[in-house]
């Protein structure tokens, strides 16, 4: 009966994904906000990369009184898409869920989306967040107002916030999934695929989680984020010159009202 209870419990289990670099200032709030979520049954893979300050030792500090807390080190740097992949490697969950090494969930995140998921059938789901600066005040709320989002939506525009998004491999064709190797927008990838291939996909207009808006990351600056995203159309999703013109452009749009 015990090994049934186990059983059921693992097969629940939530794996979230921490990719670190340098975060020491803001690590632990990170960590406190996943440690203190209703949800109880998680793992958490923090995947060091390279950092020069703190952030180890602070990691280390939660997880000697916490096993859920795991810390894979790379031995160089080798950015945020490859350290996402080495946590899903290492997943022993059935959700997955990501979230930065600055940023923040609400405490009921894990137990509100999985019960959104499991009423929807859902094998990607993500919500709404809350946008704050470096020293945690609010800066305004990016809501979800298209819950069912479709392929060609998303190519105009990434409405999933990272932080916010789970994925339930159980409705997965295949258990494992890997983001594309490129600096930034491998997430954009990673939905894109999974919407593509036709998987019940939506959106919760709760705000579950908090964007941590920093300045010299990035995603603030506009160039590296256009770049990446041409990139994106062009390398990954293998999009014609003409229609990834076309997306850039829509992309370069929705863009510009998330910062109005």
């Not at 952030?55 to 031995?75: C, H, P, Q």
């Not at 059935?94 to 930065?100: G, P, Q, S, T």
């Not at 990016?142 to 916030?161: E, M, P, R």
Request: charged share 25%.
């Amino acid at each position: 009966m015990r090994k049934q209870l186990l059983g059921l419990m693992m097969s629940d289990l939530v794996t979230v994904i921490t990719p670190m670099y340098n975060s020491g200032k803001y690590i632990e709030e990170t960590l406190e906000s996943v440690i203190s979520q209703t949800y109880e049954n998680w793992e958490m893979f923090i995947i060091d990369d390279g950092s020069s300050d703190n952030s180890v030792k602070v990691v280390n500090g939660f997880k000697n009184f916490d096993d859920r807390i795991k810390l894979i080190i790379n031995e160089e740097n080798q950015g945020a898409a490859l350290s996402r992949n080495i946590g899903i490697r290492e997943a022993n969950g059935r959700y997955i869920a990501f979230l930065d090494s600055d940023d923040l969930w609400v405490p009921t995140k894990l137990e509100e989306q999985i019960k959104f998921m499991s009423k929807n059938q859902l094998a990607l789901s993500y919500s709404s967040y809350e946008k704050i600066d470096e020293f945690g005040n609010h800066i305004k709320n990016i809501n979800v107002v298209n819950t069912q989002i479709t392929y060609h939506d998303l190519l105009k525009s990434n409405y999933i916030g990272c932080l916010t998004a789970m994925i339930d491999l159980t409705m997965m064709e295949q258990k494992k999934i890997y983001m594309p190797n490129i600096t930034t927008r491998h997430d954009h990838g990673l939905w894109l695929d999974i919407v593509r291939r036709g998987f019940n996909v939506s959106g919760n207009p709760k705000v579950l989680a908090k964007y941590r808006y920093r300045k010299g990351s990035i995603s603030f600056s506009k160039f590296k984020s256009g770049y990446y995203q041409w990139k994106l159309y062009r390398d990954i999703e293998k999009i014609n010159l003409l229609s990834s013109f076309y997306y850039m452009v829509c992309w370069a749009w929705f863009g510009s009202l998330k910062r109005i």
